[in-house]
């Protein structure tokens, strides 16, 4: 493969006491494109999103942002280093008490000293980037499911991060409002430039966005590739996993 990686898990272990959720793991992150992560509940997929930003360090083995391996980089330099990148948790995690554009603006006013005019712009245009424009002054407790992942994604997007951490950013929204996710997703990594990690179970928006497809199993990364690639893998745990047949090899 000719394309460079913005992030990698280079052999990379990882314990919970007596439990292994990644053993001898390696993943390369491509820069400027979408990678979807897929695997069974508990694999150890958010994990990987927890390494990427830095907010746990690997047993074993080391995670390199760029040229930089961020397990031997002092806390102080972490800091800096997850300033360009974000992470679009599982439930969005909007403040109830301020509104939709308070919360967006929220890294903004608490890293930078913009001042508030360029930050209402700012934010302003996160909001009509994900199709919230006018709920500004709106309260979390005004807004839907779908309309309140998307305001989480906004506030992710303000700081115009390198690369983007989405921990299943469709799940529990129907059909249409997922498409309209995963559409949006694809087009803020083009808008940002940058790089994206997407976590989902869903197998549809994963075929529509993923540049590459890694399946997580039983700790390490057993099958990597384009979409075509995946739907093509000889691998009868990648197959059974995307008929999700319980006849297979996959433990139930
Ligand atoms: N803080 C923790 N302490 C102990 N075990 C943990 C902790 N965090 C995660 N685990 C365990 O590590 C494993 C991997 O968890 P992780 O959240 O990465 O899975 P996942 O693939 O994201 O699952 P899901 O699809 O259900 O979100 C799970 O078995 C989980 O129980
Ligand atoms: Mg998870």
């Known amino acids: 493969m000719d394309a460079k990686p913005y992030a990698r898990l280079d052999d990379v272990s990882l314990f919970y ?12 992150i491509v820069e400027g494109a979408i990678t979807c992560v897929i695997g069974l509940s508990g694999a150890g997929k958010s994990t990987i ?13 080391h995670v390199y942002i760029g040229d930089r391996d961020i397990c031997h980089t002092p806390e102080t330099e972490l800091i800096e280093v997850r300033r360009k990148i974000a992470l679009s948790f599982q439930f969005a995690a ?30 302003e245009d996160a909001l009509d980037s994900v199709g919230l424009a006018h709920t500004y002054d709106n309260l979390p407790s005004e807004l839907s499911g ?19 951490l989405y921990d299943e950013p469709t799940t529990g929204l129907d059909p249409i409002v997922t498409h309209l996710i995963t559409d949006m997703i694809v087009r803020l990594r083009k808008k940002l ?5 997407v976590i989902s179970h869903d197998l549809q928006s ?12 039983e700790g390490a990364i057993i099958a990597y590739g384009t979409v075509e690639e995946i739907k093509r893998s000889p691998n009868p745990i990648v197959q059974q996993f ?11």
């Open 146 to 164: 779908g309309m309140l992942k998307r305001a989480g994604f906004a506030r992710a997007i303000v700081t115009k991060p390198d690369l983007v």
């Open 206 to 217: 994963i075929f529509m966005m993923a540049d590459y497809v890694a399946m997580l199993f």
């Open 17 to 28: 006491g007596d439990k292994v959720v990644l053993k001898n793991c390696t993943l390369d």
């Open 242 to 252: 995307l008929e999700g047949s319980e006849v297979g090899p996959i433990p139930i």
């Open 193 to 197: 430039g940058g790089t994206a990690v």
């Open 49 to 61: 999103l927890r390494l990427l930003d830095a907010l746990r360090k690997p047993d074993e083995g």
């Open 94 to 123: 909007l403040l109830d008490s301020l509104t939709i554009g308070e919360n967006v603006g929220l890294p903004l006013r608490e890293n930078t000293q913009q001042p508030e005019a360029e930050i209402r712009q700012i934010v």
